[in-house]
């Protein structure tokens, strides 16, 4: 089986940050979240992946290579417009010929390893398997329902849902589903829509199976769930674990998990964990505390973080007050300035707030 792992959006909702990169490379306890998709993928077996791209797609191919380093196979399709879900997926046709298929949207982390959802494709054989999750707000999500373990109706954010599962943005398909797409045209919003691929196949009488997770699904569009799924991901960091020579006095204290990559220094330093702080970092006289994550060559002197995501090459300095649930960009400069108390920050790269 080979996969399709979608990463053409532009991540608007996540402005100023995806001015200048691509939502599918920020990072999660320090890994592009396209890097924790396919080792999942890899996990599951599936190592022949396409990704397609589409906006800042230089950058995606630089992080990702040739997908070696994470035992897959990587090949690039690009989706020059974005027109929908349904579109990207065909964009893959000729990359996936007629094998059965996973599809998975590239700004989704789960808990569940996938395995049961494979199982059973390969022991039911369905037209197309789909991951279902329960959720408290289905107005928001396209909807499946249910009759048995088959999904009989599939509806986009209803006004009055019928169930509370949302389609969760892993798919299963078999070659039927390329015929499907041909015959949609553009929804309300000019987008060729995945939901609506699902209903032709449903309307044929193909079977359309749904698995229901058990575990956390995040879906990482919003700073807010970047945040969350940063804390979940640092909250399965245990022990202490250093890359390489380090420098760290005698009078920093440090408490909890830890990861410190090679080449950083601390000195006179607290540090609270889980805590991940990449290679060639810089912290001094300042504290670090629970879900923070430094990118490489990071300086952080004379400031206070906690749960917030610091990119690589940023200088944080002489901050009063407390950084709080941040995003801060790469190559950001924050220094000599007063917060008062705590603040939440969102920068995108190369953004400069110094104070006098």
């Known amino acids: 089986m080979k996969a399709l792992v979608l990463c053409a959006g532009k991540g608007t909702r996540l402005q100023p940050l995806t001015y200048s990169m691509p939502k599918h490379i920020l990072p999660l306890a320090n890994v ?31 992080t990702v290579g040739d997908g070696s380093q994470l035992g897959a196979k990587v090949t690039y399709i690009v989706q020059d417009s974005p027109k929908g879900l349904a579109h990207a997926v065909k964009m893959g046709q000729n990359f996936i010929k007629d094998e059965p298929f996973l599809v998975f949207l590239g700004d989704n982390i789960f808990e569940d390893d996938l395995t049961n959802l494979v199982r059973r494709y390969n022991e039911e054989k369905p037209s197309s398997i789909i991951i279902l999750k329960a959720v408290d707000e289905p107005q928001r999500f396209g909807i499946a329902v249910l009759d048995g373990d088959r999904i009989v109706n599939v509806i986009e954010k209803p006004k009055d849902p019928p169930s509370n599962l949302a389609i969760a943005g892993v798919y299963i398909f078999d070659k039927d589903v390329f015929p499907a797409i041909d015959e949609l045209k553009p929804s309300w ?18 079977t359309v199976k749904g698995e229901i997770l058990q575990g956390k699904w995040l879906d990482t569009g919003k700073p807010k769930d970047i945040i969350d799924a940063n804390m979940y991901l640092c909250s399965k960091l245990s022990g202490w674990h250093i890359a390489g020579e380090s420098d760290l006095d005698e009078e920093s204290i440090l408490d909890g998990a830890l990861y410190i990559g090679r080449d950083s220094k601390m000195k006179q330093c607290t540090i609270k964990g889980p805590v991940i702080i990449g290679d060639n970092c810089e912290i001094e006289h300042a504290t670090l505390l629970e879900n923070t994550c430094l990118g490489n060559g990071s300086v952080v002197k004379n400031a206070r973080i ?15 007050g407390m950084i709080t649930n941040s995003i801060i960009g790469k190559n950001v400069e924050l220094s000599s300035i007063d917060l008062k108390n705590d603040c939440t920050l969102l920068l995108g790269s190369d953004d400069k707030i110094i104070g006098m």
């Open 306 to 320: 906690v749960n917030s995501i610091i990119l690589e090459n940023s200088i944080i300095q002489n901050v009063k």
């Open 189 to 206: 919003r000019n987008e060729y829509e995945i939901t609506d691929a699902i209903q032709v196949l449903i309307d044929k009488g193909l």
């Open 32 to 62: 592009p979240i396209v890097s924790h998709i396919i080792k999942k993928l890899v996990n599951l077996g599936i190592s022949e992946i396409g990704l397609i791209v589409g906006y800042m797609q230089d950058q995606v191919r630089a």
